[in-house]
């Protein structure tokens, strides 16, 4: 028959001979074995029965090497690891079932490590070692020699040469019955029995006892830091350690039950057959956990000690120890049968069982084919999956005499530290393990600055430790928590520990704490409480700024705790510290008040004082500054603008409702904008008891009149915003444009007022100049009056110069005396001549000249005052005709009364500031023709024998289109007339005459000048 081999991620075993050389002095002297039961082996149902199967010479076979990775040619190959050379074979792995490839020999010379790996890499790159050897065996051998199960990948590192390589496969194919039965291993019997029907018990299997006290190790655990050190053995030391694990006393502090092994046992066994997977709870990262039970419970047989607590190691009687085979190097081949609760999920077939090999068992332990009867019977979990009674063959390559390598030394990578969320000022780090993957426990220590192990527990009583597997950082790691935040960085060490309980030397590895959160800045709110109103102009400090400021606690992990407050006063020459005390303070808050002076303003000025405040930790370290500005505000009012006692004129009447005026305000300092205020002249007459506006009277002396009346009876209610806006200073400057009604005819006063804010929080905007500190500006509509169309009169003279007359007829009095100002010669309306074109516009006629128009006296016929005429002598173009036309305007509008200043006001138009006010022109007169005189031209005479050629000289140049000089032949016998001919026609006179004399006639030629005058006739000489 064949037994059926269980793979080695269900299941795999050991056997080491610790007997002479290779033995570990740590570890007593024996054979032991042990099961390693994979994360889906299940659960074991009864103890353990390991056999020897007796390989001979049949049963086993040499194995293909199938593949290698290294330098030199098969059976040649350098090892050098300082030059990365390595060697790597890949053996052919028998299908699964009654074989096993389960050993492997080198032979070569150096020093060098043979180790048999999984066949599947880990997310490092690294092949997980299964078995390893650093030395030859027997002593003086040149043999490298492993046994372990599934030995298909063997990796050679070191210096040295390997010349050759081989493997064996073994077989099961033996007569189980003839198999010798090594040892029954069971769990615990009191267990045993509480966790029944679901383990078999049998009374003749080893005491557990027993079975820890023959494998006391003579030491101490590497991560005891009461009392390490090597000892004697004591199995009662080992078997006082074991029941901590398995069943730990309650915590001493509380009095709580604190579970251990057993207590996983009973929740995963009794859970068999209800329909549900019992469950246990943990803790991890502050949060509750739930895992399977069974798989805790499994994942504890890590612990050599724990692993014979339940079944599943041990050390063979002497007399029960493997005998010598005939087989090929004195290779050895045991099984553990092992019946085990394994889960199958939904459509998942169960493993094919061998009916002889469970038979067998039944004869060693009875009730297995009851208890597999019964599991049958049992409900399907939730997800569908099924409890399965199945029995393992675990194979079991050995060497007699001889015992592979310890744990090898890890090396350590700092993974990341982070502060504790729950524990004050203590950080945690995690460590990762490289180079090696941990098979078995871990010991975790810290050895600098102070010594002491990281495993929890009672203090020479460390809590059995593994470390965790990270996804994210693809390999195994260990934390180290509840570091004192006085350490910057910290030493560990990491040590590994094998199956058989030996101990590796410890990798190190210094751990950093991380960074501390930054320190907390203060807070704060300042408050400017306004003094007394200082006196003057001259810069002072109106107000006291009083800062609230609030100091947090450090809430946070790796926060320090604050000691002082620092706070940069305005000009004071060092800081104020203040002392935290955080004892008594409710929330977690600190409250301090900080006042002083603010700084010296002047009228009108808005200004800033800032403060600076840092908090300062135990540590020194020191905020970030945190600023506090405060808005000072200087209550005192601007200075008003100054405004001339000139009119200021707006834009002219148009088609528009409406007309504007842009004041430039010259900005007083620290005035932030201006708003106008404005008032018509008749509502301040009326007010200030004046009579109505006089049209006759000059609007520059209605304006003084008003402003002189002013003086203690002018009010702010008098007057109305020009706009509901503000008008910002730019520049130094506030440009405000304000509308008025076209048609207003009086003086319009304006007031500019500086606006700045006024001493609050947060400021508001205010007005700070009061009313009576300000100064009108008088503003005026321009005046659209037009006097009467003129007249125009002509006369030209010989010399060919024209005088031209313009005259005006009765123009309103009351307009030319408000023109007027007194003491001032009188105004004279003014007269532009221009010349008339024809195709254009009246506004592109060029201008000849302008002209004054006085009153005409001494004409019995005429009103003094009536009439107004003035006389302009003008040049022509010779022989040419010009129209002429001529408009008037009023004289321009004075904008300064009589005794008045001229003064450069704050306050001016953006445009034009007029001395005087030009009146607009008004409609243009009929136009008048002058015709222009000039020397008329003479006539040249030429003679010919046949024919006089007539050419007229001095003719005028003339522009095209427009009459020119022309000249006729006159002829007779006795009187002369026009010829009646065709050449009696007029021609230019430009292009000339010529005549053929006939005999008793006399000729003639007639000039004919643009204008139709008639030159001659001049006699023609006839030779």
Known sequence: MSILFCERATACGDIAWLRGPGSDPNIPDGVHWHVTMGRDGGLPAGPTVLVDLKPNSDSCRDANLLQYFGTGG????????????????????????????????IQGEGEFTVSAADSLLTRQGLWPVNAARSKPGPPESTHWRLASADCQVVRITGHG?????????????????????????????????????????????????????????????????????????????????????????????????????????????????????????????????????????????????????????????????????????????????????????????????????????????????????????????????????????????????????????????????????????????????????????????????????????????????????????????????????????????VSLQDWLGRWGDAGKADLHRPARPPVPPPQGTTLVIPGAVPGGDGPASSATVRADIRVPWPAGPGA?????????????????????????????????????????????????????????????????????????????????????????????????????????ITAAPNARAYRILIAGETTLRRAFGLPAPDPAEPRAERAATVRRAMAGRDRRSLYSWASTKAYPVVDGAALATIELPSGTDGVVFARAVAVTAIPANPPTEAVSTPFERTEPAAVVVPRSDFPPVPDIQTSVAEDGTAAVTVRVTRPPAAVLASLRISGEPEARIEARLVEYVADAEPVFWPQITTLRLEPVTGNPGMDEGTVYEGTAKIHGRPWQRTAVAACVRYPPEPTLASGDTAIGGEIRSTGLQYERIPSPWGAYSTPAWIGFRGNVPTLDFLHTPVAVSIQATGLPTLPPNTPAWTMQLWRGKQSLAPDPGPAGDPVPASQGLSVMPRPQYRYAVLLIDPFGGRHGPVPVPVL
């Open 74 to 105: 098969l059976g040649s190959w350098q090892i050098d690891a300082d030059q990365g050379q390595e060697l790597t074979l890949f053996f052919d792995k028998p299908a699964p079932g009654p074989e096993v490839l389960g050993w492997v020999f």
């Open 161 to 493: 040469w390997v010349s050759e390589a081989w493997a064996y496969i073994g077989s099961s194919s033996v007569d189980i019955g003839r198999a010798r039965v090594l040892s029954r291993a069971s769990l615990a019997s009191d267990t045993a029995q509480q966790i029944a029907p679901y383990y078999l018990p049998h009374p003749g299997s080893d005491d557990w006892k027993d079975r820890v006290g023959r494998s006391a190790p003579s030491y101490r655990l590497p991560s005891d830091q009461e009392r390490p050190g090597d000892y004697e053995p004591d199995p009662n030391r080992e078997l006082a350690r074991i029941r901590s694990i398995v069943e730990p006393p309650p915590d001493p502090g509380t009095g709580t039950a604190v579970q251990g092994v057993e207590a996983w046992c009973r929740k995963a066994y009794r859970a068999l057959g209800s329909g549900v997977r019992g469950t246990i709870d943990g803790e991890a990262a502050g949060t509750t956990v739930s895992q399977p039970a069974d798989n805790a419970y499994l994942q504890a047989s890590v612990d050599p000690g724990v692993a014979r607590w339940q079944g599943l190691s041990g050390t063979l009687d002497p007399e029960l120890e493997p005998e010598p085979t005939d087989a090929p190097n004195q290779l050895g081949l045991a099984a553990a049968l092992i019946p085990v609760f394994r889960l199958f999920g939904p459509g998942q077939a169960p493993t094919p069982q061998d009916a002889q090999a469970e038979e067998f068992y039944e004869a060693e332990i009875p009730g297995f084919f009851d208890l597999k009867q019964a599991t049958s019977d049992f409900p399907p979990l939730e997800d569908g999956s099924r409890w399965e009674l199945t029995l393992l063959a675990v194979p079991i390559p050995y060497l007699r005499e001889w015992s592979q390598d310890g744990p090898g030394t890890p090396e350590l990578l700092e993974l990341g530290a982070s502060w504790n969320a729950v524990t004050t000022d203590q950080w945690s780090a995690t460590v990762g393990i490289d180079r090696v993957v941990p098979r078995g426990e871990v010991a975790f220590l810290q050895t600098a600055p102070t010594a002491k192990t990281l495993h929890p527990g009672d203090p020479g009583a460390p809590a059995p430790m593994i470390a965790g597997y990270s996804k994210p950082h693809g390999r195994h790691v260990l934390t180290a928590a509840g570091i004192s935040g006085e350490y910057p960085a910290i030493t560990v060490g």
């Open 560 to 664: 320090v705790p604050l000691t002082l407050l620092s706070v940069a006063v305005p000009r004071e020459p060092s800081p104020r510290f203040f002392n935290l005390d955080f004892g008594d303070v409710q929330d977690g808050i600190i409250t301090h008040t900080v006042e002083f002076a603010a700084r010296q303003t002047v009228p009108g000025e808005v200004a800033t004082d800032a403060l600076t405040l840092q908090c300062i930790n135990d540590d020194g370290g020191t905020s970030s500054p945190v600023t506090l500005t405060a808005r000072i505000v200087d209550p005192r009012p601007v200075r008003a603008p100054v405004a001339s006692p000139r009119l200021i004129a707006s834009t002219r009447r148009g088609n528009s409702p409406s007309v504007t005026v842009t004041l430039a």
